[in-house]
């Protein structure tokens, strides 16, 4: 082989490489900024009843597929006591983002403030919460 043929194949070489690391680079880049949870955006909570409320919560999630999707929201105290919770039993992909509820919630007299997470199928409970005040508290 003539040096500058070899010359040229490392070079192409040393390119393809370049672009084979730069690639690998930029998917592992993209998998850390991937949102791996779905966001609690708003809720609305009344009150029906002495003790008793109802919520509904809107959620958003860019993996509402059938292999992985938003499967649940749960109400818990501030400090992570579980009140309550949702089981959404199928995705909401053309639906986004979408509102459910979760009614007749029986919450103990001295709570005045709940916390509010979404789940995801593959990851669990994580994302954006919020912390809404029980009206009339």
């Not at 991937?34 to 409320?53: E, G, H, M």
């Not at 105290?77 to 089981?87: M, Q």
């Not at 103990?108 to 994302?127: C, E, L, T």
Request: include cysteine.
């Amino acid at each position: 082989m003539s040096t500058r043929r070899f010359a040229v194949l490392a070079v192409c070489s040393w390119a393809a490489g370049i672009r084979y690391a730069t690639a690998q680079t930029a998917l592992r880049s993209a998998e850390t900024n991937t949102q791996r949870f779905p966001d609690v955006l708003s809720v609305k909570v009344k009150a029906v009843r002495v003790d008793v409320f109802d919520f509904d919560v809107t959620i958003s999630s860019l993996y509402d597929t059938p292999q992985r999707y938003t499967d649940g929201f749960r109400v818990t105290t501030l400090d992570g006591k579980p009140l309550g919770e949702r089981t959404l039993w199928h995705d909401h992909q053309h639906e986004q983002p979408f509102t459910r509820d979760l009614y007749s919630l029986d919450i103990p007299a001295n709570i005045s403030k709940v916390r509010v997470q979404a789940r995801d199928k593959k990851f669990g409970y994580g994302g954006k919460s919020m912390d809404i005040a029980l009206p009339g508290r």
